[in-house]
């Protein structure tokens, strides 16, 4: 079989400064990467770029939104159409922003609306406009199991009938499970899936011209290092995903405790990460290191212990029932004096208690009050109940 010809997409970002978006998506990765754009890219760049193009059209995506702030930044993207136009190239543009999709017939061959909530609302009031132009539609995955993911077919559908047009399921690049396509197909070409290999192997203009793998981060293959490695253990928001995903469908950063600084090499070597010591003194142990990658994905916060005893101090000093549990070479390790199914209740439930009074905080940073204070915020902010 060949081997098809990479997208080439122009990542925009028409802000010189933050992030021109409307959204606040969850999925999105784009806000605080190195490699967002700030303002367009240089004719030049955009010239070359657009000359290695040997697909039959541009797409111009996010980043942030190509139709943000629309009258305020349309000089620019008109620039860039005639950019792709002049070499006989069509013009693709992905976008939430709606009402603005009409203002563009004649100018942009084909639209992909990015469908949320909101969105879906308000296509109703625009799609009058939209008569002959070419218009799909397309959703991220939830970043779930095949078997949760198939649960929910009868809602894409649903969003299919009513739509009239081309649904494209796109798999979130920050899911750390592996789809079974076989098993999520509509048996008919008008919902179709997009794999997340397609976008890594894509070729894209943010600040440089490269590889979808070389700027964003394949949390899957990411996250099989992290499971599978003896000297660390996640714990956190992910340790709660692989226990029910479905509960808990979202992270954000990665914790990490881990016994050797080998750690943080390979993260530094495989997956282009810089880390930044924030241990309150030179002298403090255990070191709590923030790592950020080159690639647009999650944060790391690593916990740096002399052994494999201390990672077990430290995750048996977390204030509630759910967070004392971890994740390591490929098993989870619950705290004994609250039991497996205790915890596991808690985190399945949202349910959560604090734990006695008695806790060796020894490895716990100097802040520790301000910092479960931001826990227990957070925990209500997710929709769990505490109980005091």
């Known amino acids: 079989m060949r081997k098809p010809k990479p997208n080439f997409t122009i990542i925009v970002n028409w802000k010189t400064k933050g992030f021109g978006c409307s959204k606040n998506c969850c999925y999105c990765n784009w806000r605080d990467s190195p490699l967002l754009p700030h303002g367009p890219q240089s004719r030049e760049a955009l010239n070359k770029f657009v000359a290695q193009c040997d697909k039959s059209f541009i797409t111009i995506s996010g980043g942030a939104d190509p139709l943000f702030r629309f009258e305020e930044n349309l000089t620019h993207l008109l620039s860039m159409i005639r950019i792709i136009k002049n070499q006989d190239l069509k013009v693709r543009i992905i976008t939430r922003e709606v009402q603005h999709i009409a203002k563009l017939r004649g100018i942009v061959d084909h639209f992909s609306i990015s469908l949320d909530a909101d969105v879906l609302d308000a296509i109703q009031h625009y799609r009058h406009e939209w008569d002959g132009m070419d218009i799909e539609y397309s959703l991220v995955l939830p970043p779930l199991p095949t078997a949760d993911i198939a649960t929910l077919k009868p809602q894409y559908l649903a969003i299919y009938r009513r739509l009239g047009q081309r649904l494209v399921l796109r798999e979130n690049l920050n899911s750390i499970f592996p789809l079974d396509l076989a098993q999520l197909t509509f048996g008919h070409s008008g919902i179709v899936f997009v794999r997340k290999a397609l976008c890594l192997s894509s070729r894209y203009l943010s600040t440089v011209d490269c590889t979808g793998y070389e700027m964003m981060q394949d949390t899957e293959q990411l996250?099989?290092?992290?499971?599978?490695?003896?000297?660390?253990?996640?714990?956190?928001?992910?340790?709660?995903?692989?226990?029910?995903?479905?509960?808990?469908?979202?992270?954000?950063?990665?914790?990490?405790?881990?016994?050797?600084?080998?750690?943080?090499?390979?993260?530094?070597?495989?997956?282009?990460?810089?880390?930044?010591?924030?241990?309150?003194?030179?002298?403090?142990?255990?070191?709590?290191?923030?790592?950020?990658?080159?690639?647009?994905?999650?944060?790391?916060?690593?916990?740096?212990?002399?052994?494999?005893?201390?990672?077990?101090?430290?995750?048996?000093?977390?204030?509630?029932?759910?967070?004392?549990?971890?994740?390591?070479?490929?098993?989870?390790?619950?705290?004994?004096?609250?039991?497996?199914?205790?915890?596991?209740?808690?985190?399945?439930?949202?349910?959560?208690?604090?734990?006695?009074?008695?806790?060796?905080?020894?490895?716990?940073?100097?802040?520790?009050?301000?910092?479960?204070?931001?826990?227990?915020?957070?925990?209500?902010?997710?929709?769990?109940?505490?109980?005091?």
């Open 223 to 388: 996250a099989t290092y992290l499971m599978n490695e003896p000297s660390l253990h996640l714990f956190g928001g992910i340790t709660k995903h692989l226990i029910n995903p479905k509960q808990h469908p979202e992270f954000s950063d990665i914790d990490v405790v881990a016994s050797s600084a080998h750690v943080m090499r390979q993260l530094e070597n495989e997956f282009s990460f810089t880390f930044r010591d924030v241990s309150s003194s030179s002298t403090s142990y255990p070191r709590y290191l923030l790592g950020k990658s080159t690639r647009a994905g999650k944060t790391i916060q690593l916990i740096l212990v002399n052994s494999s005893a201390d990672i077990q101090r430290f995750i048996r000093a977390a204030q509630y029932d759910a967070d004392r549990v971890s994740f390591s070479a490929g098993r989870f390790h619950f705290d004994s004096t609250i039991g497996e199914p205790a915890i596991r209740h808690a985190i399945n439930s949202k349910q959560v208690r604090p734990v006695g009074n008695d806790r060796d905080l020894s490895l716990c940073s100097i802040n520790r009050p301000a910092v479960e204070q931001r826990h227990k915020i957070k925990l209500l902010r997710k929709g769990f109940t505490i109980h005091e």
